[in-house]
Structures are given as C-alpha cells and as structure tokens.
C-alpha cells in the first residue's frame, strides 16, 4: 500500500479517490460532462486544500487522454489549435494573478453563460476567434476554480456535433487544458512528486471507467444524448448560481 502513500492523505482517502476517480470517468465518457466537478467535489473533502487543483488537473489529463485515446477518430480537430492558444493564454494569466476575482460573482456569471449557451441561440463558437476566447476564459478560471469542462462543453454543444463526436472533442481540449495548467502551476513551484502514485493509480481506474461508459455511449441516440448533455449541464449551472450565491452572501 506504500504505492498510495503521499502526504497528508490517508489510505482510506486515497483509495475512495480510486474508486471515485472509476465512477466519474463512467458518467463523462456516458453523459459528456460532470464526471470532473463532481471528482472536484470529493477531493474538496478528501484532500487538503492546497493540493486539490494541481492533482486534480494531473488526474484529469490521464482521465480525459484516455477517453482521446478511445474515440480518436471522432475529434473535431479544427478546434484544437485555436483552443490550445487560448488556453496558454488564460492559463498563464491566471497564473499570474495575484489577486483572485471575486469567486461568487465569476460562478455566477459563469452558470449563466451555460444556460444561455445551451437553452439560447447560438453565438457562432466555431470561429476561431471565439473558440480561442472560451480557451482563454476557461484556463483562467480553472486555474482557481479545478473543474471549467462544463463551460468548455458548452462550447463544443453549439458545434452540433454527434454524441461520440461530442466527447472526443471534448475530451481533447481538456487533455490541453489540464497539462497547461499543470505545467503552470509546475512552474510556480508545486511538486506532484509525493502524490505520484495516487495519481496513476486514479487513472488507472479512471480508464476503467471510461471503457465502461463508451459501451453506454454506444448504445443511445444522438437526440437522447443531447437531451442527457442539456439537463446535466443546467443542473450543473444551477449548482453554480447556488455555490456563488452562498459565497456572496
């Protein structure tokens, strides 16, 4: 057991992130989101504060490149570039920001940008300009908040894609944001040394997962799909507006 060995984490914990690391991996490679804020949300109580969003961006690059890996053949790759760019952007902004926006007010504002964009018309994220744009904001905000791959989904939503097409594409853009934002915060100084192992070790079962949730995929329609993707990322927008309203109050 000294593989899951890291400081300031118990075994108990570590393994429960296993497991949990498996289960969430199952709902985004099935659903298309919420796999990472819910990840989020079990290592906001499992492990110390001042590690959560270095590991769990570290965890979530194995996570999302192995969904990659599995639908590589469905990744809209015209998006790819122009999104890196603007995550290189933001994450490095966001790196450098030594005061912190007010947190309330960004998920707020944030929760109502995905309603908009799912329940909305379009606003034309294919160009370039404005994939680059939500690359941007999304690295600068996950460098505070750990889990933006709702708001990125949001985005890639409006392209109309098909539901494997769907994930691919965004599985591939959060492959980009996580390793910029941990070369970044590598680069400010943290080390991912002592949480090594537990981090192979959740994506490890985090693959797991993800085989699991693509049999899922294969088995419903675009429509369901998208019905599916709409309702989870409301909800998830609400729980913003509610986390945000709480912070503001």
């Keep these: 057991m000294e593989f899951f060995a890291s400081p300031e984490i118990t075994l108990v914990a570590s393994l429960s992130l296993v497991l949990v690391s498996a289960a969430t ?6 659903a298309g989101i919420g796999g990472g804020i819910v990840l989020l949300s079990v290592m906001a109580v499992l492990v110390p504060a001042t590690v959560i969003i270095p590991i769990h961006g570290a965890v979530q690059i194995g996570s999302n490149l192995g969904r990659t890996a599995l639908m590589l ?8 570039l122009p999104f890196l760019l603007g995550t ?21 504002g944030l929760a109502f940008f995905i309603l908009w964009s799912v329940w909305g018309r ?23 908040f750990g889990a933006t791959g709702t708001f990125v989904s949001a985005m890639v939503k409006t392209l109309k894609l098909g539901r ?8 591939a853009c959060m492959v980009a944001q996580h390793a910029v934002k941990v070369v970044v915060f590598g680069l400010l100084g943290f080390s991912f040394a002592p949480y090594l192992g537990l981090v192979i070790a959740m994506v490890t079962s985090g693959f797991i997962g993800t085989l699991l949730g693509k049999r899922f995929l294969l088995k419903i329609s675009d ?3 998208h019905q599916i993707l709409s309702l989870l990322l409301s909800v998830l927008a609400m729980r913003l507006v509610y986390e945000g309203w709480m912070l503001l109050s």
């Design 164 to 171: 494997m097409e769907h994930v691919a594409t965004h599985s």
């Design 223 to 225: 429509n369901k799909f």
């Design 122 to 144: 379009s606003f034309g994220t294919s160009g370039k300009l404005a994939t680059i744009g939500t690359g941007m904001v999304s690295s600068f905000l996950t460098m505070f």
């Design 88 to 108: 290189v952007l933001g994450a490095s902004l966001g790196g450098m920001t030594a005061v912190q926006l007010p947190p309330g007010v960004l998920k707020i």
């Design 73 to 80: 053949p469905y990744v809209e790759r015209s998006i790819l």
């Design 25 to 30: 991996s199952f709902l985004t490679a099935a």
